[in-house]
Structure formats: structure tokens, C-alpha cells
């Protein structure tokens, strides 16, 4: 089974930074597409992922240009910096990791973090 430990969330004011990270579980790490997703009211919604096979990343549009996904294999763990946060970035974020595409659909996630609370003030 898959494990993800997730950490960084917290409060902070817009225009803040924050750095979350997900360090998963060894002899998995490399083989997998691992993503960001947030919790909003009804929706679990794609943020940021980068490829298991290539290492390409890809972001929601609402992101692009301000939060930046990246893997250290050393040491097992995928960060995310938000960079600019706005308030409607508050959410639980969420790691998963699962196949390449999993940035076009969920259905590609094989395991999910437990959560990490983000919120942004005005």
C-alpha cells in the first residue's frame, strides 16, 4: 500500500508563500505521476502534477505562473510552492500519486494523502 505524508499547510495573509510536501512511501516513488489536488465546496479539484516517466509537470490554469510542483527522489518527496496566494486558494490540499494523466482525471489516482489545510486571508 501506498503511504503519503503531507505537511506546510497553514494560515497566512494573500500574497503570502507556502511550501507543501509529500514524501511517499520507498520503492514507489519513482514509477509514479504524483499530483496536488484541493478540496472546494463539491469538487476535488486538479492543481499541479508532474509526471512519473518524464518528469513533465502540469497545472490548473487558476495556478499557472504561481505555484510550482517538483520531486526530490532523494529523498522520497514532491513539493509545492504557492507562490501569490490568494483567498480563494484556501482548501485542504491533498497529495496523490497514480498513473500519468492523472492530471486530466482522478480516476488515475491510486492513493490519497490525508490532508493539509491551507488558508488564505485577505
Known amino acids: 500500500q501506498v503511504q503519503l505524508i503531507e505537511s506546510g499547510g497553514g494560515l497566512v495573509q494573500a500574497g503570502d508563500s507556502l511550501r507543501l510536501s509529500c514524501t511517499i512511501g520507498?520503492?514507489?516513488?519513482?514509477?509514479?505521476?504524483i499530483g496536488w489536488f484541493r478540496q472546494v465546496p463539491g469538487d476535488r479539484e486538479f492543481v499541479a502534477a508532474i509526471s512519473g516517466m518524464e518528469d513533465s509537470t502540469h497545472y490548473a490554469s487558476s495556478v499557472k505562473d504561481r505555484f510550482t510542483i517538483s520531486r526530490d527522489n532523494d529523498k522520497n518527496t514532491v513539493y509545492l510552492r504557492m507562490n501569490n496566494l490568494k483567498p480563494e486558494d484556501t482548501a485542504v490540499y491533498y497529495c496523490?500519486?497514480?498513473?500519468?494523466?492523472?492530471?486530466?482525471?482522478?480516476?488515475?489516482?491510486?492513493?490519497w494523502g490525508q490532508g493539509t489545510r491551507v488558508t488564505v486571508s485577505a
Open positions: 520507498k520503492g514507489t516513488f519513482g514509477r509514479y505521476a
Open positions: 496523490a500519486v497514480g498513473g500519468d494523466g492523472l492530471w486530466d482525471d482522478a480516476v488515475f489516482v491510486i492513493a
